[in-house]
């Protein structure tokens, strides 16, 4: 079982910076690829970004490309999402997941096992 919390998220201006974490409880957390997802108001949940288990792999939704960085400390368990240049677009409620499929590296929301409650992301223009 694997527990995800998600924090760091708020009510920013456009043209600001956020940085989201997610804690995850389990020993083999350095072996999940952890994701970040989310959900605008009145749309579906979309992949945001994801890195590998080793950390050497990243992989960015074409929206964030060059304004979103994913990174992951597995000595503390965590990932983090640093959101640079926001938008209003960017408004929504990120969640990180975890894939437990040993060196899959997914965008695709059903590969993903466990999910953190979500965190909410305003940005205001």
């Known amino acids: 079982q694997v527990q995800l919390v998600e924090s760091g998220g708020g009510l920013v201006q456009a043209g600001g910076s956020l940085r989201l974490s997610c804690a995850a409880s389990g020993r083999t957390f350095s072996s999940y690829a952890m994701g970040w997802f989310r959900q605008a108001p009145g749309k579906e949940r979309e992949f945001v970004a994801v890195?590998?288990?080793?950390?050497?792999?990243?992989y960015y939704a074409d929206s964030v490309k060059g304004r979103f960085t994913i990174s992951r400390e597995n000595a503390k368990n965590t990932v983090y999402l640093q959101m640079n240049s926001l938008k209003p677009e960017d408004t929504a409620v990120y969640y990180c997941?975890?894939?437990?499929?040993?060196?899959?590296?997914?965008?695709?929301?059903?590969?993903?096992?466990?999910w953190g409650q979500g965190t909410q992301v305003t940005v205001s223009s």
């Open positions: 997941a975890a894939d437990t499929r040993y060196s899959r590296v997914s965008t695709t929301e059903r590969d993903y096992a466990y």
């Open positions: 890195i590998s288990w080793t950390g050497v792999s990243t």
